[in-house]
């Protein structure tokens, strides 16, 4: 059984930082890429970040690029969402969700790419 779990979220104010965290445990963490989803209410979940099973090839949403930074340690089995310069939109809840296959070269931006995913954690950005 997989597990994902999130750490991280609270409120800030615009022009702040937070870093969220993803802890994952139950697969081989290193053989799967990772992404980042966020939902706000009343909208669909987004695709935020992703990266790959290796680290090596990152991808944001337009919306965050520049601002965010997705990172990963496999030694640790985790992922981590660094969030700069956040505003206002940014306010949702966050989810990590692992691929559903291992070692793939392409980085998907539609949930249903990923199989597993966290609880959520809440990120309220206050203007």
């Known amino acids: 059984q997989v597990q994902l779990v999130e750490s991280g979220g609270g409120l800030v104010q615009a022009g702040g930082s937070l870093r969220l965290s993803c802890a994952a445990s139950?697969?081989?963490?290193?053989?799967?890429?990772m992404g980042w989803f966020r939902q706000a209410p009343g909208k669909e979940r987004e695709f935020v970040a992703a990266?790959?099973?290796?680290?090596?090839?990152?991808d944001y949403a337009d919306s965050v690029k520049g601002r965010f930074t997705l990172s990963r340690d496999n030694a640790k089995n985790t992922v981590y969402l660094q969030m700069n310069s956040l505003r206002a939109e940014d306010t949702a809840d966050y989810y990590c969700?692992?691929?559903?296959?291992?070692?793939?070269?392409?980085?998907?931006?539609?949930?249903?790419?990923?199989?597993?995913w966290g609880q959520g954690t809440q990120v309220t950005v206050s203007s």
């Open positions: 139950g697969r081989t963490f290193n053989s799967y890429a």
């Open positions: 969700a692992a691929d559903r296959r291992p070692y793939r070269w392409t980085l998907y931006t539609a949930k249903d790419n990923y199989d597993y």
């Open positions: 990266i790959r099973w290796d680290g090596a090839t990152r």
